[in-house]
């Protein structure tokens, strides 16, 4: 079993929600209501994202580091 790790940026919708993408896979991103949601969702969509084009025999970019941190950081300005 391959296994992939890319990151996922996760931000916060104006109409409320959040929305996340993974910047790796253009056109791989989601929406839901709370960032556990929509974490969740993205995880599915990822795993769809990437299965198809495995299919297609489309090249896949390279994962990013097991042991990387990825910390997100939010701002709020005034």
Do not use: W
């Amino acid at each position: 079993m391959t296994r992939y790790a890319y990151p996922v940026v996760i931000e916060p919708l104006e109409e409320g929600g959040y929305l996340a993408s993974c910047p790796n896979l253009p056109g791989c991103h989601a929406e839901g209501r709370t960032r556990g949601e929509v974490l969740s969702i993205i995880e599915d969509v990822m795993k769809i994202f990437i299965e198809d084009m495995i299919a297609e025999n489309q090249e896949l970019p390279p994962p990013v580091e097991t042991n990387s941190t990825v910390t997100i950081l939010e701002y709020i300005g005034a």
